[in-house]
């Protein structure tokens, strides 16, 4: 997808970096600059500090950094082109994107564009059943209750009871070649000839699995068959766009309506999920199946804290739900337990009494004490003294891994008044399970971020030269003259290290050939991630140029004052660029001075007036 240069600008100065990352976590202004916690990072102090002016973000802890388009691609953790496209819709933008020529530039939209093409193909393929086949599928679908409207809202449809229905029309469209399709998940190879393929779902209901910005990245496949040997449910392996446990079934439906009520119904499989969307509940998720992971809650903790969990009441439900609650409470979460009669599940309960009984089910939610205490109940296991110390000890385990120690405290008393046991007792059995957790109480990041490698390269060797920076400063902040003194003046060897010499390259070129450097727009023109943290960095630190180590005292008390990065400015950066290459130069030939006499008094000279020519323009600054 090509999407022109002027239509990135526009997009970007519709969309103000400030008030994009402000409505995911709370930004507080401190002088020109704006400060966050670090999404991208388990953060305790503000460290995360935005440009408006400059309209970039960095991260000094963890050094993440970017634009506007780079927050939402890592934030959303959706491909560039996703993140210009959301951005787009943020400011009522048209791309005029023609959808009708799929996106093939790289792996990741590929993928997408096979999964959507396969959910068109499995939807048609419902649409256009007929005879037997027709009516024992729909059947099926007027057996579960699945209407027409739910069927389009969700886009389920029907993979042929063939070996080769899918591979045969991605033979004949011609667009995608088969080892890519595989690598989505929706052929299998044969063992025997690397050359053949067939379809991993045949004879089943299809479910397309989206993630939260409505692209298909899988599917869910409910048997139908008796014959069919596979389990009830198949899903798609996992792929680059496909991680089952950073996946949410139903997000995409529901992340306004969860945002809206505030809080948000965690089942357990696709049915589950439609079962309440039918009736109107459409605050729902579903794991698909798989245990709920920390990236599961931290997923869900970007639209609302509150999580009433709803699985099955059979054994198995039971235990997902317990391991569930674990990671809900440690990732510092409200909790609540929906639970359903014995042998319901939110189909059944709701074809058999309604919407009006599953209200009472949702008022009557319990907190994690009173549902364990009931499965204890349940079981005739508050019976003994050691099933009771059991029971306190489960009840303990669950709150130690609660990163609020108030709310610790509030459910110790709870306990203790319902049971009649000594809080100081509770408290010091608590200490123990918190130590015991200490290393994972706290939430982690919604967001995980690459490790990237510090901008001052590995080592010693390659640290950056304090001038060199200032180079980089000048041309982000710097006026008309400076820039122009450094286009004429600079010489390119005084530039050593790479990242650095990569950058003043580019900004040159822009500079030539357009008058100007525009922070956004070389940012997007960076692939590598270490100049992009570089430039980043300088944009928004509390800088401190080179010019002070070479000041008078009375330079240094001055340091309040606004530094002007002018024609001054930039004649200091060159003068200290050329006094290092005097310096270095002077001391390589100090180790044999006998036959270098003469070049070494030549350079102490030089050395000398380039040091005045500093200290003189440093005054006058």
């Known amino acids: 997808m090509k999407i022109p240069q002027e239509k990135f600008d526009e997009i970007a100065q519709a969309n103000d970096i400030v008030e994009v990352i402000s409505s995911y976590v709370q930004i507080k202004k ?55 496209q959301k951005l787009a819709q943020r400011a009522n933008i048209d791309l005029r994107i023609n959808e009708k020529d799929p996106d093939l530039s790289n792996e990741i939209s590929k993928l997408y564009e096979i999964n959507k093409d396969a959910a068109r193909y499995f939807r048609k393929n419902l649409q256009n059943l007929s005879c037997n086949e027709k009516e024992f599928v729909y059947n099926y679908l007027e057996k579960r209750n699945l209407t027409s409207k739910v069927i389009e809202r969700f886009g389920i449809g029907y993979s042929s009871n063939s070996w080769d229905s899918l591979l045969s029309y991605f033979s004949e469209e011609d667009i995608f070649t088969l080892p890519d399709i595989e690598k989505a998940g929706l052929l299998i190879q044969k063992e025997s000839n690397s050359l053949n393929y067939y379809d991993r779902f045949r004879g089943r209901l299809m479910f397309p699995i989206f993630n939260e910005n409505d692209k298909v990245v899988g599917f869910g496949g409910r048997k139908l068959y008796e014959e069919d040997l596979g389990g009830k449910y198949i899903n798609s392996p996992e792929t680059r766009i496909y991680n089952k446990s950073k996946i949410l079934y139903g997000l995409n439906f529901a992340k306004e309506k969860i945002r809206y009520y505030d809080y948000v119904i965690l089942v357990e499989g696709y049915m589950d999920l439609i079962a309440l969307y039918k009736n109107g509940i459409e605050n729902v998720v579903a794991s698909s199946g798989t245990s709920l992971t920390e990236e599961h809650v931290n997923l869900i903790s970007r639209y609302t804290k509150n999580i009433y969990v709803l699985f099955d009441s059979d054994f198995a439900g039971i235990n997902a739900a317990k391991r569930g609650i674990e990671i809900i409470l440690e990732a510092g979460l409200e909790l609540s337990v929906i639970t359903l009669p014995d042998g319901e599940d939110p189909d059944t309960f709701l074809l058999k009494f309604g919407r009006e009984e599953f209200d009472k089910c949702l008022t009557r939610k319990k907190s994690v004490i009173s549902f364990i205490s009931g499965l204890y109940e349940k079981e005739n296991k508050l019976e003994s003294v050691d099933d009771k110390s059991q029971f306190i000890k489960e009840i303990i385990n669950y709150l130690g891994k609660i990163p609020d120690k108030i709310k610790r405290a509030f459910y110790i008393k709870e306990i203790s ?23 994972r109480v706290f939430p982690k990041s919604s967001v995980v971020i690459p490790e990237k490698k510090i901008a001052n390269g590995s080592g010693s060797k390659n640290k950056i030269f304090q001038p060199e920076k ?6 982000i902040k710097g006026d008309e003259d400076a820039i122009s003194y450094v286009d004429s003046n600079l010489e390119i060897e005084f530039i050593r290290n790479k990242i650095v010499l990569q950058i003043i390259e580019h900004f040159l070129d822009e500079y030539i050939n357009c008058g100007k450097v525009e922070l956004l727009k070389v940012l997007n023109d960076f692939e590598n ?82 040091k005045q020519n500093i200290e003189t323009w440093n005054r006058q600054l």
């Open 30 to 84: 401190r002088g020109k600059s704006f400060l966050a916690l670090c999404p991208f990072h388990p953060d305790k102090h503000p460290s995360l500090n935005v440009s408006q002016e400059k309209q970039v973000y960095h991260c000094f802890s963890c050094k993440a950094s970017g634009n506007v388009f780079s927050f939402i691609q890592n934030y959303e953790k959706i491909t560039f082109i996703d993140a210009v």
């Open 417 to 439: 008044k319902i049971y009649s046991l000594y809080e100081s007792d509770l408290r010091d059995e608590l200490e123990k399970v918190v130590k015991e957790n200490k290393s």
């Open 470 to 475: 200032d180079l980089i400063v000048l041309f």
């Open 529 to 610: 991630e270490e100049a992009k943290n570089l430039i980043t960095e300088i944009s928004v630190e509390k800088y401190e140029p080179s010019y002070f180590e070479n000041a008078s005292r009375d330079n240094w008390i001055n340091t309040t004052e606004v530094q002007k990065y002018n024609l001054l400015y930039a004649k200091i950066v060159i003068e200290n660029l050329r006094l290092r290459e005097s310096q270095d130069k002077r001391a390589a030939l100090a180790r044999d001075p006998g036959n270098n006499l003469n070049e070494v008094f030549n350079l102490d000279k030089e050395i000398f007036k380039l």
